[in-house]
């Protein structure tokens, strides 16, 4: 039964349709049908701006965090759920959210919160990935899909030399989410149509 809740909880922490709800609320704005129709960060800064859209970003992020450290709370301290796999289902609560009529973004930030909370190395180093790779390529997804591919190297070695293989299932299982989740993205790169941020 613990190990249920704590499932649902990870799948409804990651649900949590922080896009959706700060424009609504905050700008009667329903940003599903402006911009990208994506309920992520980078639609968000679009359609409503920089103040929203780092609000998002964080709250994003925390979700992913928050849901890998739910085993740490005394209610689910007999859990046996491995805390990587409750960021598996706060990502697909992102992606599919049903606080959102399954509506959701592509869970970048939410597996960037996951790997956060589990390793902080790893994000750290991914974050200073994306930044060049923003500044080199000046698209959100492409970026967001090089850090993933980076994300694979480094937990493939990682596992070589540690022997965890928990790691390298969660980053390989989020990565592929995310490549799935662009695929209209790639389309766009490819014929050259894909919209790049300016000023970064």
């Not at 992020?61 to 689910?76: D, E, H, N, R, S």
């Not at 970048?108 to 060049?132: C, D, E, K, M």
Request: aromatic share 10%.
């Amino acid at each position: 039964m613990i190990n249920a809740l704590i499932i649902i909880c990870a799948y409804l922490i990651g649900s949590i349709p922080s896009a959706l709800w700060i424009g609504k609320i905050f700008y009667k704005t329903d940003i599903r049908q402006q911009g990208s129709g994506n309920l992520g960060t980078t639609n968000t800064f679009r359609v409503l701006g920089k103040k929203p859209g780092i609000a998002v970003l964080l709250i994003d992020i925390l979700k992913g965090t928050a849901a890998v450290l739910l085993p740490l709370l005394p209610f689910f301290a007999d859990s046996t759920v491995h805390p990587l796999f409750l960021g598996v289902i706060a990502a697909a609560g992102h992606m599919f959210p049903i606080f959102a009529s399954f509506r959701g973004g592509k869970a970048v930030a939410t597996s960037g919160g996951v790997i956060l909370g589990y390793n902080l190395p790893l994000f750290l180093i991914l974050i200073i990935v994306f930044v060049i790779a923003l500044k080199l390529t000046k698209m959100v997804s492409l970026s967001s899909m090089i850090v993933s591919a980076a994300a694979v190297i480094y937990v493939i070695v990682h596992w070589m030399l540690t022997g965890e293989y928990a790691l390298l299932i969660l980053v390989v299982v989020l990565a592929g989410f995310i490549f799935y989740r662009h695929r209209e993205n790639i389309k766009r790169i490819k014929a050259g149509t894909e919209p790049k941020i300016k000023g970064f």
